[in-house]
């Protein structure tokens, strides 16, 4: 079966003052369509560099990314960009939500960059604000939600493109531990309910538990648990 999303040979460093920092070193993975995993690390391994790395937001020193057969590190910057649009979707630690824009604005924001007609938009955003269980709050600013609802808004925004690859940078980060369950429930759902594929970084084990697999990112490699 040929792999949803793998990378070979993945390099990646930065220079901090005089001294380089090796955060990747010859990593590789694959990912099938449909599978929920888990990266685990510590903070400053390296976890949020291989999420950008994925989705082409940064370029590796060395190696390749497949998604969907693509192989991004032949794209160029816009390329890269217009395929992250169409294609993938992101979950935040900080929700990243847009505070001077409504709920019901930040969820269409996706599609409005797509050039989707505006009424299609606006029934596709509101499908995906039932579907996290706040249809209601359409008009409602993020700073009048708590930090679970942001985060259920944000789970909306991501998929309204209807992205197959979703990236979560530790998405219970910034949740108590009984909203951030309800919000990985709910993340797990809508991934399966549509075979997409997640990938979701994380250093709680409680998250980890929610994925098919889990492989541990350290020294620069991923290693299966």
Known sequence: MTAFLRFENLTKSYTEGRTRRIVLQNAHAEFQRGEITAIFGKSGSGKSTLLNLISGIDAPDEGQIWVEGHDLTKFSERE??????TRIGFV???FNLIPTLTVGENIC???????VPRAQARQRAETLLAAVGLADR???FPEK???GEQQRVALARALVHDPLLILADEPTGNL???TGAQVLTL???LTRE???TLVLVTHSAEAAAHADRVLHLTHGQLVPE
């Open 187 to 189: 993340l797990r759902r």
């Open 176 to 178: 108590d531990e009984e």
């Open 194 to 196: 549509e075979n997409r």
């Open 109 to 115: 924001l996706p599609l409005e960059l797509n050039r």
């Open 138 to 140: 359409w008009q409602t």
């Open 80 to 85: 890269r960009t217009l395929f992250r649009r």
């Open 145 to 147: 939600l708590s930090g």
């Open 92 to 94: 935040f630690q900080f």
